[in-house]
């Protein structure tokens, strides 16, 4: 699994609250990715980080926000959770060619 | 827009029988191609990849075709057993080092090995 690890694995939130979700990775691997998986979409990118402090926007970023401030972990923020943000969400790292994703973590959004 | 697209959105396949599934891209830049697999209530794992350099790439039962000109790529499933039921991930990236190493992913093909 490449040590990566995501937390909490299922959550339960309410319309309009914040939510974190964490990636933890124990092999310090400089690039980490957040994606979400929805039927038929396969999996999107949310954010990504190609370092401490440093990270940018994937193609579905609207309503989420990134921190790395330590290479090991790579927090994704929903600032407001709505419905549409129900979904399973990964974490991955980028070792050479090769992504290796953690077990995800199923939010509902109710 | 979705970059990469992936058809069909599910298969059903007897046991020994194969498994195709299809993939194209928009992006020319991209030159580097995998293939994820992914069981339920697991992460997608690499199943096998392939450079725009080569028309086919081998692995055991899994086969990935590519087409440059016709910007497709496949994945041929052979002798395909039960346990190959799984959910699979064409993906496509740039060159390493360029715009973040992102991968691109297809929507996805849910594939079911009936005995």
């Known amino acids: 699994d490449a040590g990566i690890t995501q937390s909490p694995r299922h959550k339960v939130t309410e319309t309009g609250t914040p939510v974190t979700l964490r990636c933890h990775q124990t092999e310090n691997h400089r690039y980490m990715y957040w994606y979400r998986q929805d039927p038929g979409h396969g999996l999107r990118l949310i954010h990504y980080?190609?370092?401490?402090?440093?990270?940018d926007k994937g193609e579905v970023s609207d309503g989420y926000s990134v921190s790395r401030s330590k290479t090991e972990d790579f927090l994704l923020t929903l600032e407001s959770a709505t419905s549409s943000q129900t979904s399973v969400y990964f974490c991955?790292?980028?070792?050479?060619?090769?992504?290796?994703f953690g077990q995800g973590t199923r939010l509902t959004v109710v | 827009q979705q970059q990469v697209k992936q058809s069909p959105q599910s298969l059903i396949v007897q046991k020994g029988g194969i498994s195709i599934i299809n993939c194209a891209y928009e992006n020319t830049a991209f030159d580097y191609f995998p293939w994820y697999q992914q069981f339920p209530g697991k992460g997608p794992a690499l199943l096998i990849a392939i450079r725009p350099d080569v028309s086919e790439k081998k692995e055991g039962r899994f086969t990935i075709s590519f087409n440059k000109s016709a910007k497709q790529f496949s994945l041929h499933i052979m002798d395909s057993q039960p346990g190959d039921s799984a959910t699979y991930f064409c993906?496509?990236?740039?060159?390493?080092?360029?715009?973040?190493?992102?991968?691109?992913f297809g929507g996805g093909t849910r594939v079911l090995v009936k005995p």
């Open positions: 980080s190609y370092g401490v402090k440093d990270t």
């Open positions: 991955a790292i980028r070792m050479n060619t090769e992504a290796f």
């Open positions: 993906a496509a990236s740039i060159p390493r080092g360029a715009a973040g190493n992102k991968l691109t």
